[in-house]
């Protein structure tokens, strides 16, 4: 694919369908490609699911004007927190499992530039253990959380989704939380 037909958003929906809530993002992304399809718009975003990030997710963000990260967190202020994310050094655990702010540090490492304005859609989980089905405050969370998917996939703009940003959640910053979602949540005693 040439970057002239690269969908210009790009969202990658993190997280484990056989970790509990952890499947938040698995979940958000079936329903965003369904409800894309739906709406005729599923030409302007390429969705992508995984367990985990990682350094070659870097490569998904070229040629992007958007970019958005969707993951469980572990003591996120529920239902979901959403904000600007930026590229960051020194915060990578490992080549396997990366928070955004690595993968965006990777892109600039790998592509030479500034990577898309990006976001993360860090929405509240509370139980991750292996085998267990999300909960039902996960699923009101999920619900909570596709309505502003909704909005962001309506108006793919930085200027909407800033504007979202400033007033859609919780103003702390995300990548904490996330970064324990996306590292490697704990197995289950």
């Known amino acids: 694919m040439s970057l002239a037909t690269v969908p210009p958003v790009v969202v990658i929906a993190i ?3 056989s970790r509990g809530d952890d499947a938040i993002g ?7 490609c369904e409800w894309l399809e739906n709406q005729g718009l599923a030409g302007e975003f390429d969705l ?5 990030l990682q350094i ?15 993951d469980a967190g572990d003591n996120t202020p529920g239902p979901y927190t959403f ?11 490992t080549s396997h499992a990366l928070p955004p702010e690595s993968v965006l540090q990777v892109y600039r490492q790998v592509e030479g530039g500034e990577p898309p304005p ?19 405050a996960a699923l009101a969370h999920v619900e909570a959380a596709f309505a502003l998917l909704c909005e962001l996939c309506r108006e793919p703009q930085v200027s909407a989704w800033l504007a979202q940003a400033e ?6 910053p995300v990548s904490a939380r996330m970064a324990a979602s996306t590292a490697s949540p704990s197995l289950a005693p």
């Open 56 to 70: 070659e997710h870097a490569l998904d963000l070229k040629g992007r004007r958007l970019a958005l990260f969707i």
């Open 167 to 172: 007033t859609g959640g919780n103003s702390a």
């Open 15 to 17: 997280g484990n369908p």
């Open 26 to 32: 698995p979940l958000l992304y079936g329903r965003l």
């Open 118 to 136: 990006s976001f993360v859609l860090c929405v509240r989980g509370e139980q991750f253990a292996l085998g267990a089905e999300p909960g039902d």
């Open 48 to 52: 992508y699911e995984d367990f985990q």
């Open 83 to 93: 904000g600007q994310v930026a590229a960051a050094e020194g915060i990578m655990h």
